[in-house]
């Protein structure tokens, strides 16, 4: 590994060459902003990354024809980009990302992490975001990495020999911070019917926002709880401390809370550095099936932008205009479902803008994917309660969706299902 200056360590990036980023709150800033410093002489530089926190000058109006953003998943910070048609996005599930590089299908060029410095063996840490970093490294012919003190030392499947860097740049930028917000009192409502389906001893899956937040503060009566998840976040902290998690009671990497990336606050990386109990895994392990079901009691929770009455699940567009992205939700869906006692749960607000619009639908809107089939979903829940679907017709589907629907659209939709189911 040759030390350099930030400028000197993207120097050697061309045009037309393929470039993977580490996301998620380990966004390479200074890295990827030095990149955009030559943006005048470079051309057609394909920038590929899940979503990634922080600026994403990249993306800027004026960096067309310069960067085309690949996105495997879209947050917030490149939704206008992709929908204005100035980037692209690629539907995967997350635990297919690592074969789209082994496979070539997404050759790469350059890789771009940020890492800790080498220890006393030469091995850095990747830190907050393991998911699917390590074969990115593997495979690209150029690897750039900043060298950050204030990168959580993490433990696991996250470390990279000095060795497999070419650049390295010495930084001092923390992990970025993210605040899920403020629980309203329908999320608070949604996150006690939640906590009521989980069972002691059951491994979680939750990702972030306000609803996890909420379903947490409904476990802390909950014993040894175990955590093998995609997203790791600041709830499941709170979890740890109180002692409801102890995973402990895990039918497989036992003690050990199993996870992909994480993203929260400072205390959130104060406690996963170092920390044994924090297992790093690349996201094909995480996000496989297979090793999903193998917990007892597996217990997935997941969001959506809405349902319709036979139980397809959108998630990831609000109708042509994409959002988000398939993520995980299917592999851990499934893998829930899979788990002998498991349990898949799809949780979501009744309305949306302001109670204007139900998120139980008649139908899908027009352009809308389907990121959960109906054959896959078992719990549906909103603040009016529990929707169970595993085992239901259409007509039964439709009559208990109705009844956790917001009672504003209840008629509306009532007068739908007996036209189209006989309800």
Known sequence: MQIVS??????????????????AAASPTILLEALVRRA????????????????????APDMVGHFCHK????????????NEGRAEFIPVFLSDIPSLFDRGILPLDVALINVTPPDEHGFCSLGTSVDTVITAVRNAKVVIAQLNKSMPRTLGDSFVHVGKIDFGVEVDQPPYDHDPGDITEA??????YVADLVQDEATLQMGIGAIPSAVARHLYHKRDLGIHTEMFTDVLVDLVERGVVTCERKDIDCGKIVTTFMMGTKRLYKFVDNNP???????????????????RRMTAINSAIEVDLTGQVCADSIGHRMYS??????????????AEEGRAIIALPSTAADGKFSRITMALKEGAGVTTTRSHVRYVVTEYGVAEL?????RERAKRLIAVAHPDFRAELTAYAKKAYGL
């Open 40 to 59: 005048p002489e470079l051309k057609d530089v394909k920038i590929i990354h899940m979503h990634a926190e922080g600026p994403h000058p990249h993306l």
């Open 390 to 394: 595993f085992g239901q017709s259409f």
């Open 6 to 23: 930030v400028d000197q360590a993207v120097a050697g990036i061309k045009s037309g060459q393929q470039v993977f980023m580490q996301g």
């Open 187 to 192: 999320e608070g409502k949604i996150g006690e």
């Open 71 to 82: 996105a495997l998943f879209i947050g917030p910070n490149a939704r206008k980009a992709i």
């Open 277 to 295: 109990m924090v297992e790093m895994r690349q996201v094909d392990y995480t996000n496989d099936t297979s090793v999903i079901r193998k917990h």
């Open 325 to 338: 992205g398939v993520g995980g939700q299917m592999d851990f869906m499934r893998g829930a479902a899979l």
